[in-house]
């Protein structure tokens, strides 16, 4: 199917001269149109145009720290397996047989050599290959001269480990991930530099937490990009940083976008805190960063902590959000002394996360009106929410 065709073929359920609006300048342009946020038909669209083409987001390598460590995920109906091979190298496969195309893995769990398929027991190694097809060739057969195991191997997604982020691009299109991040490393070289990504520690006690939301994963991405929401959402945060401290972020090229605050301020208990960056630039101490990075996660970047908020679409309506928490070197990510100030970073969180749920969960709602034109945004406020608008519009049309 040629461009042509699949626009032909997306204009079936949602007006294309719609998505065209969104592209037009912030005071003149609508936002997504309803159906992008309610119509299944169109999910199939947005599985493909973005989840498969662009690099997304599917876990982070600490949750499968240990060689042999396995656990499926599902991409919008997509299965995948994460596993932990014996270099330690994160990989991905596609959760299939090449056999019968059974699911192979129902569960995360701990294999000791290879993947085995449930079915009929046809085995491959943690780099994919095919080792063992049991009475391929009859009762205690277990070769054929008539089967090449080289060309039933698992079929490998394009992977790449970035600040312990899985990213995959399932349709091995987008450009290389090097580059894809580079102006956003770029941004954060003030803060941080290569060897400091190096230095993050993954919390293994107050280290994560998830929220289910009854909403589009697209609302979690549009609200985190703004600031405008603090005072109502938000007012006790607003109380320490308001709209005033914040700025804008608009990464170019249009690949990430959000707001940062001048008034952050380090968590303490006594004289305890957590160890920072050492190559954080001194004259912007206080200033934090919240990024999301297109299409499925979101990231805070501190002084002395860095969070990963990644999404897991579910359905048109549903979305799970899933928190991992790092701090710099293990001391403070794990060390005993500091075990109460982690329990509080992450319960702080936790309770901003909750709060947001209530806007996005509200913005769904509101979708089913057949009166909403996709909405108008405020010229001054909403700049990075429309810029990941246009990055949706732009991958569809």
């Given at each position: 199917m040629d461009?042509?065709?699949?626009?032909?073929?997306?204009s079936q359920i949602l007006d294309i001269e719609k998505l065209k609006n969104v592209e037009k300048p912030i005071d003149k342009a609508n936002g997504l149109p309803n159906e992008c946020y309610t119509n299944r038909d169109?999910?199939?669209?947005?599985?493909?145009?973005?989840f498969c083409s662009k690099w997304t987001v599917i876990g982070v390598g600490s949750s499968i720290p240990n060689v042999g460590d396995a656990k499926p995920y599902n991409l919008l109906g997509i299965p995948?397996?994460?596993?932990?091979?014996?270099?330690?190298?994160?990989?991905?496969?596609?959760?299939v047989c090449s056999h019968r195309g059974f699911?192979?893995?129902?569960k995360p769990c701990k294999l000791k050599n290879v993947i085995t398929c449930p079915y009929h027991s046809w085995s491959y190694n943690f780099n994919g290959k095919l080792i063992a097809t049991p009475h391929i060739g009859g009762l205690n057969k277990h070769q054929s001269t008539k089967f090449d195991k080289n060309k039933s191997n698992l079929k490998e997604v394009r992977t790449k480990i970035w600040m312990d982020i899985i990213f995959v691009n399932i349709n091995s299109n987008e450009i290389d991930f090097d580059q894809y991040i580079k102006p956003l490393e770029d941004r954060w070289s003030k803060f941080i530099n290569k060897n400091d990504q190096k230095s993050i520690v993954y919390s293994n006690d107050y280290g994560h937490f998830s929220l289910e939301v009854k909403s589009n994963w697209k609302f979690a991405i549009e609200n985190y990009c703004e600031s405008y929401h603090l005072p109502t959402i938000h007012p006790e945060l607003n109380k320490v940083s308001n709209i005033n401290d914040h700025y804008h972020i608009q990464g170019l090229p249009n690949r990430f976008a959000g707001q940062g605050s001048k008034k952050y301020e380090q968590p303490m208990k006594g004289n305890m805190k957590f160890n920072n960056f050492p190559n954080w630039e001194k004259n912007i101490s206080k200033n934090s960063e919240y990024v999301a990075l297109f299409p499925n996660v979101m990231i805070g970047l501190h002084i002395d902590?860095?969070?990963?908020?990644?999404?897991?679409?579910?359905?048109?309506?549903?979305?799970k959000e899933h928190m991992e928490m790092y701090y710099v070197g293990n001391d403070s990510a794990n060390g005993e002394q500091l075990k109460e100030l982690r329990k509080e970073n992450s319960r702080f969180w936790n309770d901003v996360m909750l709060e947001d749920v209530k806007a996005i969960e509200g913005m769904q709602e509101g979708r089913q009106s057949p009166?909403?034109?996709?909405?108008?945004?405020?010229?001054?406020?909403?700049q990075p929410t429309h810029q990941f608008h246009k990055w949706i519009a732009n991958c569809l049309i």
């Open positions: 461009q042509n065709q699949k626009n032909l073929a997306l169109y999910l199939a669209f947005e599985r493909e145009r973005v995948l397996i994460i596993i932990r091979d014996k270099d330690m190298k994160v990989r991905v496969f596609h959760n699911k192979l893995l129902e902590h860095f969070y990963v908020f990644w999404l897991e679409p579910i359905s048109m309506n549903k979305t009166v909403y034109n996709g909405g108008n945004f405020s010229p001054v406020m909403d």
